[in-house]
């Protein structure tokens, strides 16, 4: 039986959950609370890649005071040996009396088999408390295991009339310094950031994180350019950081450049052609980078870039920062290229989030349609 008092307690271990976003991958963000006679006796969150789970993290605060108490975990405890024990033995040999979940993990090395061993054990479990929210958590890790490809949130920047930069190409900045601070903490999220080939010879763009903190946390970089006409002095090809750069480039692709391109440090993948803009099978890449370990991407642009994956449905979700700007007139548009001839078949976002960050409107949801 649920109580409201499970409902609390799961919404603890969620905000606990938050702090691993972004450190994790490719594991989900985990959050555990410990409870015993009416009283929280253990904390944990899962840090970081290899480190202890939310569960082993919790168990050892509460130490002794475990036995007989009830854990409150925002997803199924792992059931098998990867970089780390099992959650299951742990629970179990620490004399844990119940288990609330609140999501079934869709890994199939998991997939309800750590559920099943824990009440096989004799321990009392009850899930699917607040697993809408818990799922909505690890979006982007239940998409990459479930399809086998990496989740792609997309990331655009307009002035009230839709534009992202002028015709002559300048954006900086249509947004405000809060708005790119968000954008850094969307990519400190997903640690893969992708532009179309035109940004980043545009541009030039580090694509790292700066959060306010002394050293940048590196990405890994993607850029899309079927003919290879990315410069070789860029930013994200110098000395030390080439090797963080992936090129997704055409089988057609001069193999030259190619050879140049890999002496630099960077990773250089044909994919199979495309009729869409940009002319190469995004879905491909996705898969590719997942076959990496790479469970989410940020993609941010541009305009073609941005049709090219839209048509091809594998947006998962878009956020979309709007300044109280207006150009006036003629633009850089969102999406590059011919789009919807009826309504009925504009694509939409479900379960929009609307947000004021500094002077500008946030907008995010899934994509669909």
Same mark, same amino acid.
């Given at each position: ?15 606990? &959950? ?39 993290? &919790? ?311």
């Amino acid at each position: 039986m649920i109580s409201g008092g499970d409902l609390l307690l799961m919404e603890l271990a969620i905000e606990l &959950a938050k702090r691993g976003v972004g450190t994790t991958t490719p594991n989900p963000a985990v959050g555990c609370v410990i409870v015993k006679d009416g009283r929280i006796v253990g904390r944990g969150y899962h840090e970081k890649a290899g480190g202890p789970h939310a569960e082993v993290a &919790a168990l050892n605060e509460a130490c002794d005071e475990a036995r007989g108490a009830t854990a409150y975990v925002t997803l199924e405890p792992c059931s098998h040996h990867g970089r780390t024990p099992p959650c299951t033995d742990a629970l179990i040999n620490a004399g844990i009396k119940r288990v609330v979940a609140a999501a079934v993990d869709p890994n199939p090395m998991v997939a309800g088999r750590g559920l099943a061993l824990l009440k096989k054990a004799g321990v009392e479990v009850d899930s699917g408390v607040l697993e809408e929210k818990a799922n909505r958590l690890n979006e982007s890790y239940r998409h990459a295991i479930i399809e086998k490809r990496a989740f792609l949130n997309l990331k655009l920047a307009a002035t009230l009339d839709g534009c992202t930069a002028t015709l002559k190409g300048d954006s900086k900045w249509i947004t405000s310094p809060e708005s790119r601070l968000r954008v850094h903490a969307l990519r400190k999220r997903s640690r893969v950031v992708m532009v179309g080939v035109g940004t980043a010879n545009a541009d030039d763009p580090g694509l790292d994180v700066r959060l306010g903190v002394d050293e940048p946390i590196d990405t890994l970089r993607v850029v899309v350019d079927r003919d290879l006409v990315i410069r070789s002095d860029l930013k994200m090809l110098s000395e030390g950081r080439a090797r963080g750069t992936v090129i997704f480039c055409g089988h057609g692709a001069p193999a030259k450049r190619m050879e140049e391109l890999h002496s630099l440090g960077a990773k250089v993948l044909p994919l199979a052609g495309s009729p869409l803009a940009g002319g190469l099978d995004l879905k491909e890449g996705l898969t590719a980078l997942y076959g990496m370990g790479k469970m989410e991407v940020l993609c941010e642009g541009g305009g073609k870039l941005a049709k090219a994956l839209l048509d091809a449905g594998l947006v998962g979700r878009l956020h979309l920062f709007i300044a109280p700007k207006i150009l006036g007139g003629e633009g850089m548009p969102l999406f590059k290229g011919s789009g919807a001839q009826r309504i009925a078949d504009a694509a939409f976002l479900e379960e929009p989030r609307y947000e004021r960050v500094g002077p500008d409107l946030y907008v995010t949801g899934k994509v669909k349609g």
